[in-house]
């Protein structure tokens, strides 16, 4: 075998180890954070229907204003594994305080915000004269542990920039059964109702909190990193941040204007939509977590002055990014008679599902190479140009999603228009890979 294929087979085998090492535990750990919901639902589900009901207001509200400062981790992870490439442990411990001081100060303004606005907020989102005084108590109530739910963001950031994340997986494991627990307990156990179900998970997001702040001060200790909070750092950390908040909210707002237009097509339509935004979740998660890796493993190759690995990572990642596209697309099609039954029985629903369904599966591999750039370019830092491709899919998508009522189609047609979304995503982050000009190397971009 010539020496040029035989290293590069070795280059191949020595990022595929990269990849899986870092993607697999990080997809535990983004499974299981959903599963916290999910727990509640459960329990507060046999109180009542109004519970529920209030549960559900009060949940889509705290996982909205939580998704906003998901930058907290982004941003976190790019600048932790640039100083870990440049071999500066220190500055990376200390860059990575600099984040978990700011999601501190977040955490405590959202509170401010929540706590006195929360009757509105629950009026906002349509909450029943029934479910609104349970959706109100369980939203004050868990409020209280946004700061601690942000600190979690931060640190899992601080940990992959390290290359870690199993410690992210273990600690959402164990947060996720201490979440069950507490929950159970205090609902039936102590007779507290909605109110011990939001109980039960600010003490365990504390404890999930506590666990990685425990983590990270050691390490910050073994390397003589300050944990001082530093007002340059801080400030410096938030306008890092910003891109990536613009970013977040486009998407956001990608996905409002999508439920917007299936509400409009009627109840099956929306029904179907909720169905596939379910399981587009979770084929987000799989695809995610090798973002997520990308973002550490680029990061550290940048910052080590390594512009040529960081390349070679992020062909890489991309094949990786098309293959498990194909693998999901796939396993939806065959899938498909099995989990459709699962979420309904209703036959108008199914049938309105099937056409979209299949939108979906055929748009997984776009979504896989979506991921993967989208990954390569926040570990390069790259958020300024993140930030304007997501405004340029927003503009792109909206007029066609909002014609789609107009136009006829149904739920189908407004799949085709997430289809372009996601095309007019892939192209943008194509451009800018190939560009070359995301590739800028050392300690700090």
């Known amino acids: 075998m010539p020496q040029a294929t035989a290293t590069s087979h070795s ?10 090492a870092l993607a ?11 599963l916290f919901v999910m727990v509640d639902s459960a329990i507060v589900g046999h109180l009542g229907t109004p519970q529920l009901a209030g549960l559900g207001v009060a949940a889509a509200l705290l996982t909205t204003a939580v998704s906003i400062f998901v930058f907290l981790a982004y941003a976190t992870t790019a600048a932790v594994a640039r100083r870990v490439g440049a071999g500066d442990l220190a500055s990376a411990i200390r860059q990575g305080m600099d984040g978990i001081w700011l999601a501190l100060l977040l955490g405590i303004a959202v509170i401010a915000v929540a706590l006195p606005s929360a009757p509105w907020l629950v009026d906002v989102f349509g909450a029943s004269d029934t479910a609104a005084p349970y959706a109100t108590t369980y939203l004050r109530i868990s409020s ?11 640190a899992t950031g601080v940990l992959r920039g390290l290359q870690d994340t199993r410690t992210p997986l273990y600690v959402a494991i164990g947060g996720f059964a201490v979440n069950g627990a507490l929950n159970s307990g205090l609902v039936y156990g102590a007779g507290l109702g909605i109110a011990g179900s939001a109980w039960g998970t600010v003490i365990a997001q504390i404890g999930m909190a506590a666990a990685y702040l425990i983590v990270v001060v050691r390490g910050a200790r073994r390397h003589g990193a300050s944990l001082r909070p530093d007002v340059a750092g801080i400030r410096a950390s938030a306008q890092a941040g910003v891109p990536l908040l613009v970013r977040t909210l486009s998407l956001r707002a990608v996905l409002m204007i999508a439920t917007a237009v299936a509400a409009r097509l009627g109840d099956t339509d929306i029904a179907a939509h909720q169905i596939i935004l379910s399981l587009w979740t979770l084929m987000a998660f799989a695809l995610d977590a090798i973002a997520i890796a990308g973002q550490a493993i680029i990061g550290r190759y940048l910052g080590a002055n390594d512009a040529e690995g960081a390349r070679e990572a992020c062909r890489r990642m991309v094949q990786w990014g098309i293959a498990s596209g194909v693998a999901l697309g796939a396993l939806i099609v065959l899938a498909r008679p099995l989990f459709i039954p699962l979420f309904t029985g209703d036959q108008g629903v199914q049938s309105t599902l099937l ?15 979506v991921f993967v750039l989208d990954g390569v370019l926040m570990g390069a830092g790259d958020g300024r140009y993140l930030a304007w491709a997501m405004l340029i899919t927003l503009a792109a998508f909206a007029p066609v999603a909002l014609l789609v009522p107009m136009y006829g189609g149904g739920l ?12 007019v995503r892939m192209v943008t982050l194509w451009l800018r890979t190939r560009s070359g ?9």
Do not use: K, N, S, Y
Not at 144 to 154: D, E, H, Q, R, Y
């Open 24 to 34: 697999v535990p990080a997809f535990g750990a983004l499974v299981a954070e959903p």
């Open 144 to 154: 209280l542990g946004i700061p601690a739910m942000l600190i979690v963001m931060a």
């Open 412 to 423: 189908t047609a407004l799949w085709w228009a997430m289809a372009l979304m996601m095309t």
């Open 11 to 20: 280059g191949r085998r020595r990022h595929d180890r990269e990849i899986v």
């Open 355 to 369: 056409p979209a369904l299949l939108v979906v599966a055929v748009c997984q591999p776009i979504a896989g190479v």
């Open 437 to 445: 000009r995301w590739i800028v190397t050392g300690a700090t971009r």
